[in-house]
């Protein structure tokens, strides 16, 4: 018995299980069940992926020996369409129920693998997405309507097209729908999608300098508060806050349970510790290294000084018992007198002077080396 070589993006074109793919984007799920005996007849029912994020499931009537990676050509309305196959076998029921697809969802069967014919006019019809969206555009604009159409997707045969809008409010498109039709002479479908969605299907590069995670991983989007930032101990600044889509960074869900979770081993932020010197007020905290800036004044960095967490708790016993420390640090001693000026980290000249220092050194070492 022969053992298959599979190739992928991801595995430079080496030897790799059955369960990658050449798909690397978030439609791609790796199959952990391929390797099992007869997994491909195992189910009727194939994924088949088309335009990002669009997916669907076809019921594989014909028995056709299909792979992922095969270019089908599967059931529309109406005509037909263009997938690849991004998975078969028995993972795909598992997929079907992680969709939430209703009990009463109808499969479409697929048709053959895709021909010649199928994929020549296939990229005719992608070759009319970007004019048609920038034409629809225009149209809607002269309309009056209210809308931002994001993008469109052709279907395999040409004879529908998918129009993803943008829309704050209600949107009546029905005349809309019929100078599209008239225009371009195809079954026009409206789909209207989120701020987010729309970030998702053009990409781009974030702050952090990576791909966008609604571009490359992420397929559900759950709802963002600014509750997120303060648990963070994020500044609150509308314009670092908020991604290309204009709305809140998804990336502010990722850590907010961990640090939820260590906020409550750090003491009440209202709490004033009390020394024998003075009293000391809540600055800021590194919370996942459990420590605290305390400054004598409330509203700027005066005389700070940073303890852990377990001192500070330390501190608030003694306190409630009618105790004060000599200092806040644990060896006793007390704080030196220093301010900062939280303005001065900001300049952008402060780095100016020890460039200087180092021109000046090595000046003078080389009319030194000259005098030698």
Known sequence: MTEKTYTCGRCNNQLCAQGCTQHTDKMNAYDWLADLPDNANACPVVEVTFKAPRKGYFLNSNNLNLQKGDIVAVEASPGHDIGTVTMTGRLVPLQIKKANLKADYELKRIYRKARNV???????????????????RQIANDL??????????????????????????????????????????IRVEMKQIGARQEAGRIGGIGP?????????????????????????????????????????????NYEVDQYVEALKRLPSREIVLQTLDSDYYYFKADILAHTITYSTDKHTLVNESTISARRAFEIIQMNREGQKPAALTEDGRPVESASTDLLDQDNITRFDRNRKKKRRGGNRNGASNKQQ
Request: hydrophobic share 40%; net charge neutral; charged share 30%.
């Open 118 to 136: 199928d994929m020549d006019k296939y990229r005719e019809a992608k070759a009319l997405e970007h004019e048609t969206m920038i034409e629809s």
């Open 144 to 185: 009056g309507l209210k809308m931002k159409i994001g993008d469109v997707e052709y279907q395999g045969d040409a004879n529908k097209a998918i129009f993803y809008y943008i829309a704050d409010e209600r949107v009546d498109f029905r005349q809309l729908i019929k100078v599209l039709a008239e225009r371009f002479h």
């Open 208 to 252: 952090c300098g990576r791909e966008l995670c609604c571009a490359t991983w992420m397929s559900n989007f759950n709802s963002v508060s600014t509750s997120a930032a303060r648990f963070q101990d994020i500044s609150l600044n509308p314009q670092k806050l908020a991604g290309q889509c204009a709305k809140l960074k998804c990336c502010l």
